[in-house]
């Protein structure tokens, strides 16, 4: 099933969301989190679950650096964190990514950690 989504409800989502050297793109910050639905088992971003989804992508971002999103500088490849300021700028994101509840997403956490 293909990633389906809708920023429309993301506060200046027009200015926000495009990339700023290139106005027909997404921009990458904003297609990371989009990314990052299906591996957090999270449909969204909102008001009310703005801290678990930056709990979760904070998580996955420490135990599966490779997955981390990274920029450009001087033609290296340079790691960047996420910050809460990122998850709460996109208030309103929306996917149809499956979603785990707090419980089902540690236990299935757990069990990739362990190879299981």
């Known amino acids: 099933m293909p990633l389906t989504f809708d920023v429309s409800q993301i506060e200046n989502h027009q200015t926000l969301t495009t990339d700023p050297d290139d106005p027909d793109q997404w921009h990458p910050l904003t297609k990371y989190l989009l990314n990052s639905t299906m591996r957090i088992y999270m449909s969204g971003i909102s008001e009310?679950?703005?801290?678990?989804?930056?709990?979760?992508?904070?998580?996955?971002?420490?135990?599966?650096?490779?997955?981390?999103?990274?920029?450009?500088?001087?033609?290296?490849?340079?790691?960047?964190?996420?910050?809460?300021?990122?998850?709460?700028?996109?208030?309103?994101?929306?996917?149809?990514?499956?979603?785990?509840?707090?419980?089902?997403?540690?236990?299935?956490?757990?069990?990739d950690i362990q190879g299981e």
Do not use: C
Not at 49 to 77: G, Q
Not at 80 to 98: A, F, P, Q, R, Y
């Open 48 to 111: 009310a679950n703005a801290s678990e989804f930056f709990a979760r992508l904070y998580i996955t971002e420490k135990m599966y650096p490779n997955e981390r999103r990274y920029s450009v500088v001087d033609e290296v490849a340079v790691d960047i964190d996420t910050t809460w300021e990122d998850v709460k700028s996109h208030i309103g994101l929306k996917t149809n990514s499956l979603t785990k509840s707090h419980a089902e997403w540690w236990k299935f956490t757990r069990e």
